[in-house]
């Protein structure tokens, strides 16, 4: 899984606090979109499934990919915006 810890972070970076906030943050949504796909796939095996609880729980995974693609992009373009070369 993508985290922000797989940006380089500069040496004496005075916003470590708020990377390992982010890292924490990432890091809890991924747990979060696997707990869903586990659940997804446990209910889409039964034979008697509700296929409104189903959507939804997709809808909600969905909603945490977004989450987490928005993170990284943020963090990604904050990173390249302080270098220079």
Request: hydrophobic share 45%; proline share 2%; glycine share 8%.
């Amino acid at each position: 899984m993508l985290s922000y810890s797989n940006i380089p972070h500069e040496f004496g970076d005075p916003n470590h606090s708020t990377h390992a906030k982010l890292d924490a943050k990432i890091a809890a949504l991924g747990i979060a979109h696997d707990d869903l796909d586990a659940a997804i796939d446990a209910l889409a095996a039964t034979s008697t499934h509700d296929d409104l609880v189903l959507a939804r729980l997709k809808k909600q995974r969905l909603r945490i990919r977004d989450e987490i693609a928005v993170m990284l992009g943020s963090a990604f373009a904050a990173n390249a915006g302080g270098t220079h070369g």
